[in-house]
């Protein structure tokens, strides 16, 4: 339903910004943001992220048209002429005094309620753990990059690249293959970290030395089969669920690793996966193999977005699969993400920018709070 809006500027509407050298990183400070808050909600089917905050705000980030909060009553909009140096918002996420950081692909970028201040990533520094140790904590911040063979960390303090190129990696010095597509919670039982890679398997980090999770720790079948991850979630109960484009979801507990699709006879052979992907006929991959977004939901079902066949729930025994939110033959339906409040309210974002949620028994397409 379209509501009245009222149009309100907070703060002063300088655009003065100041670059300045902190923690031997550049930083460029906006000075003063402009917001534009409206009774409703502007980003139907533009939306690419979502977070709540420690203190109940939702964040919502645009495809688009920038970044969103939504306070309880109204919807705060923010663009590059507010600060944002990307209105394209990817992830959004909060440090231990809340200020809000922003990742869009091209800059890493901080709010803290009054400005927008920009990390400029040619001047954060690179570490390597082989030479200097780190102390992972559950409070790090973790930012992907598309050029490099690493990542970028955010301990609290300052901002630093933890770089990849380590022998005992092996990795493949073809960039693409590399490309670090998922990021889990910490694992605080074994102090670690888990990146997983488009095709160069999962990576471990405990702040000392890496793991690898690689095509070599299982028995495929056939050539065909390899790890292509898009998506990768640690659950309530310390395991790691990796979900792949192609051989579907494989869960690690403790040492052990278990394809998890495969025993549950929900793959269609590679062949006939693979020419229906190329005919772009989707709907006739009826398997939990394409997985690009898993979640826990707080009854701690297992919640899983295929490319192709919809939304899948685990609930420890049962495994059940919802069609509904799929209408036609198109990678614009591609679940892309889901988030989960704090409330238990799960959000399905898809590829096209629209939302939807979970009514029990079927979804809805989500239109605002």
């Not at 919807?75 to 990817?90: A, E, M, P, W």
Request: net charge negative.
């Amino acid at each position: 339903m379209i509501k009245f809006f009222l149009v309100l500027c907070i703060g002063l509407c300088s655009c003065t910004g100041t670059m300045e050298k902190a923690n031997s990183q550049v930083v460029i400070k906006k000075e003063h943001t402009i917001g534009t808050v409206d009774t409703t909600f502007l980003f139907q089917g533009k939306v690419q992220s979502m977070f709540e905050d420690s203190r109940g705000n939702f964040w919502i980030g645009s495809r688009e048209n920038g970044l969103c909060k939504f306070d309880g009553t109204t919807y705060t909009y923010f663009t590059t002429q507010d600060g944002l140096s990307s209105n394209s918002i990817r992830y959004i996420q909060e440090d231990a005094i809340g200020n809000i950081w922003i990742d869009d692909r091209n800059n890493i970028s901080k709010f803290d309620g009054k400005q927008f201040i920009h990390f400029d990533k040619s001047f954060i520094p690179v570490i390597r753990i082989q030479e200097n140790p780190i102390q992972l904590t559950k409070y790090d911040l973790w930012f992907t990059d598309h050029t490099k063979f690493g990542v970028y960390r955010y301990d609290g303090q300052s901002l630093a690249f933890i770089s990849f190129e380590d022998a005992s990696l092996n990795l493949n010095q073809e960039y693409s293959r590399f490309f670090i597509s998922s990021v889990t919670d910490m694992d605080v039982t074994n102090n670690q970290v888990w990146f997983g890679t488009l095709m160069q398997g999962a990576i471990g980090l405990n702040g000392k030395a890496f793991t690898k999770i690689s095509d070599e720790s299982f028995d495929f079948e056939s050539s065909q089969e390899f790890l292509h991850i898009r998506s990768m979630l640690l659950d309530s109960k310390g395991n790691l669920w990796i979900g792949n484009n192609g051989i579907g979801v494989i869960v690690k507990k403790g040492n052990s690793l278990i394809h998890f699709s495969k025993k549950q006879d929900k793959l269609i052979p590679l062949d006939e996966f693979e020419a229906n992907t190329h005919k772009r006929q989707f709907l006739k991959n009826t398997g939990l193999q394409a997985v690009f977004a898993i979640e826990e939901d707080n009854e701690g079902n297992i919640w899983f977005g295929d490319r192709d066949s919809g939304v899948w729930k685990y609930d420890g025994k049962n495994l059940q699969n919802y069609k509904d939110i799929y209408h036609k033959e198109s990678l614009d339906e591609l679940v892309w993400d889901i988030y989960n409040d704090r409330k238990g309210n799960l959000y399905f974002i898809l590829v096209d920018g629209s939302v939807f949620t979970f009514n029990g028994n079927s979804f809805d397409k989500f239109q605002g709070f």
